[in-house]
């Protein structure tokens, strides 16, 4: 017998699911669900819990519907988040700033990734994730070296990767290149300075240049105004002085400057700012670069500025300014900055050297992919965002100036020639034909690899890519992605850009986006907002399974997830229902009988659930295909608590429980006992391992424990049976019985008379078949809704069940005048409730404002209020009738 208490840290540890993830089904239909995979340096929060228990869910789903499933871990190597990690923790314990060398820095990230890089892995355990954790896969593995590389090699020599001097983002903390979607753009205090620039050739004249970063003025190479402004286009081609510097330069036409802001005139710094640097080129200025990889200024501004950083710069050349009388006013103004998302400081526009992939190129065929059909985006919506990246697609830069990541396999000559190769032998082989010599001195390129060229390589270098193995034949376009719509650009463009360049065909069909984690209110979650679940503490708490489950039902795709502590809590009590199911069967000696059939099921409560049952099959079924996980959670509830334990329990519990028999046979059970007893036994086991399978793939841990308790063996999907046409009179009959005992209870909660308070019914004579129903079933009337067929005497409220009334006594229980009295109160402030959501939902103030959540919710609210009121309304008037 199961403990009477539910108690999940009692069994959830005893679980591993590594077999079965690892069971191989060679016959089966493929299919693949891929892990995006996690950091070394990471550790669970909601959003991986999210992620995962989606993945899990549909990896189970598909082994329990007989597919040979391959649900496939791995880690991230993260370039820069864990050099910068290993570094800090380095530096806290005593090294140097400065002192590291590549090989000890390195080291330690090695020695880092080996002892705490699979915490990640360990907790997912915990949630019960069921990788094949056998095949885990590292993207700096020996595997995912040798296919980077080659990868690397095959778009260079294809032309689609070259090295060349851009204009980049520069982060001046970690010293590296980052890509453009690496960049948090944040809405900050700043100024916008007004300066002066004296014309060449009249020393008491001057244009006005506003510019937000004064600093950079020393590597102006123009003034920009609109040619079609009118103030400014009789100055195009004179020259102004740069203040501080006294240098030249030339004012220009062109449509960047913006009339309407500023001045209208713009200083043109081509070496520091992208727009800048686009004006440059259409206008062959000249490029000087002020500022050093750290972001300070260098040698080609004047010596009292010389290694003094950005900013400092910025207040001397201000201070300056002012003093000369060249600055003619200050503009407190609101401005969008560009930060690094993982140093979170000011990015840097800077030119340097190198490594490019041409997107462009690459993005026509991964356009046309999800154009065609051929990939398909839940819900379809993001397909937008997918083509708005790509139709804008810039060159991606995929070098970084640190030390950690897959090194670019180039080797650089005497005079800087460069060799791309797969190893130094080859890059060797190639220098020496190009020299002419036997040997020549080559040096390998410094930089790494963006992380996310490796990770947009994930679906076909975990099958084992570039060699032509059998998995990659098998499982490859077979699978389905599960993300966040962060990443969109990030990993799934990438992977679909790369996948079909390598192999012309697409690396997955599905892409299932989900939503942020928020709190219950809506909220980001955040450390300094206090709001933060940790999923690990809530698995201690409640159990992972309660866990999972809530987070199911809240997965409707694309949609922010709400969650609180509450909603855990009230996941955790759904289980310990389906608990006490398991218990209520052992009680009652339901167990699973194998020979059992429906269609030798003849009392019609247990027609009732199989039907009710099947439904909820079908139901989530269909749920699964569409990837609604959150109706799924949903239509098991509701059959489960509704149907089964509301309703079908306490209707067959005067059948199972013997002090009732002698009840049970007076009021119409035409059967044997042993075989009615034996008929609802078996319904309600099979019912309850209906109820297993399907949820298996959500609460796998519960249902691990329960399963042995009811004799399943194999967790296998239920199959649907199709049902005979008679049961259609039992579903008609247990569904009228329910509809009589809700009247029954909704009158007697209205007028406040106890459930357990016996009131007296008379049905009208004509429609005696209601009558017969109600004498069959007497004891589950009697004691789910505390009515029995009697003489009545005194006041009544009428039930209505579709062309016959059921008059129910309740003058003898109230007092007619005191309760018309407080209802009458009830409905007037019900009415003015009502009608104040209404006027909220009616007022175009309202709805521009309010969320989508909160409209909805007053929607609900008006839906629940007219309800209530049309009740009351009911019975007010049935007991205003004389």
Request: charged letters at 25%.
């Amino acid at each position: 017998m199961l403990d009477k208490i539910f108690n999940p840290k009692s069994f959830e540890h005893n679980f591993s699911f590594e077999r079965e993830a690892s069971l191989r089904k060679p016959g089966a239909d493929p299919f693949m669900v891929l892990l995006p995979p996690p950091n070394v340096t990471g550790s669970l929060h909601m959003g991986h819990a999210l992620c995962y228990t989606i993945q899990d869910i549909i990896a189970r789903y598909k082994r329990l519907k007989g597919y040979d499933v391959l649900f496939q871990p791995g880690l991230d190597h993260a370039g820069i988040v864990t050099q910068l990690l290993v570094e800090k923790n380095l530096y806290e314990n005593g090294v140097e700033k400065g002192t590291l060398t590549r090989e000890t820095l390195l080291k330690e990230i090695w020695f880092y990734k080996e002892n705490s890089g699979n915490t990640i892995l360990d907790q997912m355990k915990v949630l019960g994730i069921s990788c094949d954790f056998a095949r885990l896969r590292f993207t700096m593995d020996d595997g995912g070296k040798k296919a980077v590389t080659a990868m690397f090699v095959k778009l260079f020599n294809d032309g689609l990767i070259y090295r060349g001097k851009r204009i980049v983002n520069w982060d001046t903390l970690i010293g590296s290149a980052i890509s453009d979607l690496e960049i948090v753009e944040k809405e900050v205090d700043g100024n916008l300075w007004y300066i002066r620039y004296m014309f060449a050739d009249d020393s008491d004249d001057y244009i006005t240049v506003a510019t937000t970063r004064p600093e950079t003025l020393f590597g102006d190479t123009a003034v920009a105004v609109n040619p079609d402004d009118i103030r400014y286009k009789h100055l195009i081609g004179r020259e102004v002085i740069i203040p501080l510097i006294g240098r030249k330069i030339r004012i220009i036409g062109d449509k960047y400057a913006d009339p309407e802001k500023g001045t209208g005139a713009v200083k043109i710094t081509p070496a520091h700012d992208f727009n800048d640097y686009d004006v440059g080129q259409r206008n062959r200025l000249p490029i000087i670069e002020i500022m050093n990889f750290k972001g300070e200024l260098n040698e080609n501004v004047p010596e009292i500025f010389q290694m003094m950083d950005r900013l400092e710069a910025r207040s001397k050349v201000v201070d300056l300014l002012d003093k000369k009388g060249l600055l003619e006013k200050v503009e407190k103004i609101r401005q969008k900055v560009p930060f690094g998302d993982r140093s979170d400081v000011p990015l840097e526009p800077m030119i340097t050297h190198q490594w490019f992939v041409n997107a462009e190129k690459l993005a026509y065929p991964a356009i046309k992919a999800v154009e065609d059909g051929k990939i398909k985006f839940i819900p379809k919506h993001w397909e937008n965002l997918y083509f708005e990246w790509l139709n804008n697609v810039r060159p991606w830069c995929i070098s970084r100036q640190i030390w950690w990541g897959h090194r670019i396999p180039a080797w650089y000559g005497p005079d800087g020639q460069v060799f791309v190769a797969e190893n130094m032998e080859e890059a060797m082989e190639k220098a020496v034909v190009f020299y002419g010599k036997n040997h020549v001195e080559l040096t390998q390129d410094e930089d790494v690899l963006d992380t996310w060229f490796s990770s947009g390589m994930w679906p076909f270098v975990t099958l084992g890519w570039p060699k032509d193995t059998d998995d990659l034949k098998r499982f490859y376009s077979n699978m389905i992605v599960v993300t966040g719509f962060d990443i969109i650009f990030f990993w799934i463009a990438r992977m679909i850009m790369l996948g079909i360049y390598s192999l012309n065909e697409v690396p997955f069909s599905d892409v299932y986006i989900h939503g942020l984690v928020r709190d219950e209110k809506g909220r980001k979650m955040s450390k300094s907002r206090g709001n933060v679940m940790n999923p690990l503490d809530m698995c201690k708490k409640y159990g992972s399974d309660a866990v999972r489950y809530t987070l199911a039902s809240l997965s409707s795709p694309g949609r922010d997830v709400k969650i609180n502590e509450q909603l855990v809590e009230s996941g955790r009590n759904f289980l310990t229902k389906i608990w006490n199911v398991v218990r209520f069967a052992q009680m009652n000696s339901c167990v699973y009988n194998r020979e059992f059939k429906i269609s030798d099921v003849t009392n019609p409560i247990a027609k009732w659930i199989i039907y009710r049952v099947n439904n909820m099959v079908i139901e989530v079924e269909n749920s699964m295909k569409n990837y609604r996980i959150d109706e799924v959670t949903h239509s098991i509830y509701h059959c489960m608590w509704n149907s089964f334990c509301d309703w079908y329990m306490e209707l067959i519990k005067p059948i199972l429980q013997k002090s009732l028999v002698d009840d049970v046979v007076k009021h119409g059970y035409d059967l044997n006992l042993t075989l009615l007893k034996k008929d609802v036994r078996d319904t309600t086991a099979w019912a309850i391992i209906q109820f297993l399978r399907v949820l298996y793939p959500i609460c796998p841990f519960i249902v691990k424990r329960l399963s042995g308790e009811m004799g399943i063996i194999d967790m296998v999907w239920p199959d649907v049976e199709a049902l005979d046409v008679d049961f259609s009179e039992a579903i008609e009959e247990v569904e009228l019985l329910k509809t009589i005992i809700s009247s029954a209870r909704s009158v007697k909660q209205c007028l406040r008379i106890p459930l357990s308070s016996i009131v007296n019914i008379r049905v009208e004579s004509s429609t005696k078949c209601v009558e017969n129903l109600i004498m069959k079933y007497g004891e589950a009337l009697h004691r789910m809704a505390g009515v029995s067929l009697g003489e009545i005497s005194t006041q009544t409220v009428p039930i209505v069940v579709g062309v016959t009334v059921i008059h129910m006594e309740v003058g003898n229980k109230i007092d007619i005048v005191d309760e018309c009295s407080r209802l009458s109160a009830e409905l007037l402030k019900l009415e003015q409730n009502r009608d104040a959501a209404l006027m909220r939902l009616s007022s175009n103030d309202f709805l521009g404002k309010a969320t989508e959540d909160v409209i909805e919710e007053h929607k609900n609210r008006v839906k629940t209020l007219n309800e209530k009121i049309n009740k009351i309304q009911y019975v007010i008037k049935s007991l205003e009738v004389v």
